[in-house]
């Protein structure tokens, strides 16, 4: 149908579509009444969808559904590339110029002994996430406390995922490069809740 961004001739532009979801969920002109905010329902909506039943997460959902927890936005970035990622989450090691570099290479050493492992190095250096968001979560978020919700958006519009393919054959999946360098999956307590979210389009046919 007939939309603002068939109007201003965006609808395909994956950016300007990902700005928009970003604002919408995590702007600040969204975020009056934190727990009835945009970002209060979309982490509704993932935390119902979610396939990890471990009982902190129970607990957080049951906080969400009944409204005991509010939200308060960290951060919230669009092409953030996963170098400046890995620059912002890692302890900067002074002697370490090539900290970057060498901790892709840990990440994905199980292609280490492969010709194009640099090139794949290169590639996920070069990657960004669409949409990123931060965000506390807890009875007293808007006082820095409560739990870490880090959020990571894929936004497909008119186009498959950008994978990395070997001259062997083997594939690199797009969202498993994001999946592999941004997950802090050691660790219990309070490390941040992870939520990789794959957004696409519903055709009109399936939307009817």
Do not use: W
């Not at 970002?39 to 396939?51: E, P, V």
């Not at 902190?56 to 669009?78: A, C, F, P």
């Not at 002074?94 to 794949?120: C, S, W």
């Amino acid at each position: 149908k007939n939309n603002l961004f068939q109007m201003i001739g965006k609808e395909r532009s994956e950016l300007v579509h990902s700005k928009f979801i970003a604002n919408l969920i995590a702007g600040s002109y969204f975020r009056s009444g934190c727990t009835e905010s945009t970002a209060m329902h979309f982490l509704d909506i993932l935390l119902k969808r979610n396939k990890d039943n471990s009982s902190d997460i129970t607990k957080m959902e049951n906080d969400i559904l009944t409204r005991k927890s509010v939200i308060s936005i960290i951060e919230q970035k669009t092409e953030y590339a996963l170098s400046k990622y890995i620059e912002d989450n890692t302890e900067k090691d002074g002697k370490d110029n090539n900290q970057v570099e060498n901790y892709i290479k840990k990440k994905f050493e199980e292609y280490k002994d492969h010709r194009q492992f640099n090139t794949l190095v290169d590639n996920v250096k070069k990657s960004r996430i669409d949409i990123y968001i931060k965000m506390k979560v807890g009875k007293e978020a808007e006082y820095d406390k409560g739990r870490t919700v880090e959020i990571f958006i894929e936004n497909k519009v008119g186009c498959k995922q950008n994978d990395f393919k070997f001259d062997n054959g083997t594939i690199v999946k797009q969202t498993n490069k994001y999946y592999k360098v941004c997950s802090k999956s050691e660790g219990k307590g309070n490390r941040p809740l992870q939520l990789f979210v794959y957004l696409s389009p519903v055709s009109p046919r399936e939307l009817n």
